[in-house]
């Protein structure tokens, strides 16, 4: 009875929803799991015949998973899963339910969704996933989640008692690697890496590097490569811990941001050249787990490379929009290991492009925004280019910039459409880069959109 209950007061709510146009992806879920507490489990148990993918980690799970959907799309295999971005449990329920009949049951032979890290232990256990892909643990929002080690701790628990899931680990975050470790037979790992030491050129000001200990003995690492924060090849000192050897390796990156890698795939000899259609040396990472799924779905590897050669960006992670004559360029930005990778792979290249910050504090954002005097803001200081800073805490990334020594003109205007519009007139039908937290993203995507229509085409002129 609850489960019913549940599944029709989840899809009134949708309907609502629809009818008002707000965008509450996530409330028939909120709804469903408060009168049933076990529905997602429920509806774990009776869908799904080939199993369920799971996609966590600080940075990157979004972009990843919508690299797992286009391979499932091209093999032809039917799934469910959270496009919209809610990655709590609600989120998860709410997406298999606006696919399910009245009985909770879709037609779909996956679930395939991307989950927030404090909810990976509830939503693992109700679904006991057939894969789990765990991208890095960066600090984030320490507000929510509490130290790393906390996470992992939990996480390690939480694998414990999964009884025959493949996870999909990067070798290149010590923390993240040492989760395949110490682990019960029913339980498999394959590691995802770089081993390309020239893929990355460090940062001067990077001092994110946040999990740099052993976690087992607490004992300092030994890097003999750093690509970023804390990412690279690692050992301790008696080499009892050190970086395992990725199932799925790349081993030659051909130039940066060429998009061009050589991968090779568990022992074999064989060396697959890819061509992947993301901009940033860091999107390497959020491609290799499509090998894994390749593996474990018995996928056909051509229409893994054929699927990585096509791809699209998710929203506002690398993603171009026009606007006018001109364009944005959207980086989600929201800890500082984040905004370096978007400084290292593309500010420092374009020295006089406008850059639009657009810097919120709202719950999705993480109220407390000290987390940008980390970011390496003075390894571009010396462009010549403006800056626009907007959002609600506009003039804490003022200041920032203001300490960092930028050299360029720094416009202030916390209203966010005029930022935009602002930004946009010193294109000069050029580009402007956009920097944006989380809700600011939402807020700049829903604004262009909106100025994009016919009625409004003056707005660019």
Sequence with gaps: MKKTAAIIAAKLVKTASQVKHNGATAAPGYVAEQIDPNLLKKLGKINFKNGVVLVTGTNGKTTTTK??????????????????????????????????????????????????????????????????VVMNLFRDQLDRYGELDSIANKFRLTFQNLHSTTLVLNADDPLVASLGMKLNNRIKVLYFGISDKNAFTELKH????????????????IYTQKYFGHIGVYADKSGKFSRPKPQIDVITVTNPNSKSINIKVKNTTEVISQYINLA???????????????????????????????????????????????????????????FNQVIQSFIQKNDSAPLLFAINDKIADG?????????????????????????????????????????GKILCEPDLA???????????????????????????????????????????Q
């Excluded at 050669?309 to 506002?316: E, V």
């Design 67 to 132: 690299v797992l959907a286009d391979v499932l799309e091209n093999a032809g295999i039917t799934y469910v899963n959270n496009h919209a971005g809610s990655n709590l449990s609600r989120g998860v329920i709410s997406s298999i339910l606006t696919k399910a009949d009245m009985r909770g049951l879709t037609q779909a032979d996956v679930g395939l969704f991307e989950v927030d890290e404090a909810y990976v232990p509830q939503v693992a256990e109700a679904l006991q996933p057939k894969m789990i």
């Design 418 to 460: 005029k930022a935009i519009a602002k930004a946009h007139s010193l294109a000069k039908k050029g580009v402007v880069i956009a920097l944006p937290t989380y809700t600011a993203m939402l807020g700049l995507r829903a604004i262009i959109n909106q100025t994009n229509s016919e009625d409004n085409k003056e707005f660019w």
């Design 280 to 338: 940033g040396n860091y999107n390497i990472y959020n491609v290799l787990p499509a090998f894994a799924l390749a593996q474990l779905f018995q996928i056909e590897e051509s229409i893994v490379t054929k699927t990585l050669a096509n791809l699209s960006a998710a929203f506002g992670r690398t993603e171009v929009m026009q606007v006018g004559k001109s364009k944005i360029s959207l980086y989600l930005v929201k800890n500082p290991t984040g």
């Design 367 to 407: 109220r407390d925004v000290s987390w940008l005097w980390d970011c390496a803001i003075e390894d571009f200081a010396q462009r010549s280019g403006p800056v626009v800073v907007s959002g609600s805490r506009a003039l804490d990334m003022q200041l920032r910039l203001i300490y960092a020594g930028y050299k």
């Design 206 to 221: 990077d001092h994110t590097a946040d999990s740099i200990l052993d976690p087992f003995t607490g004992e300092s690492l």
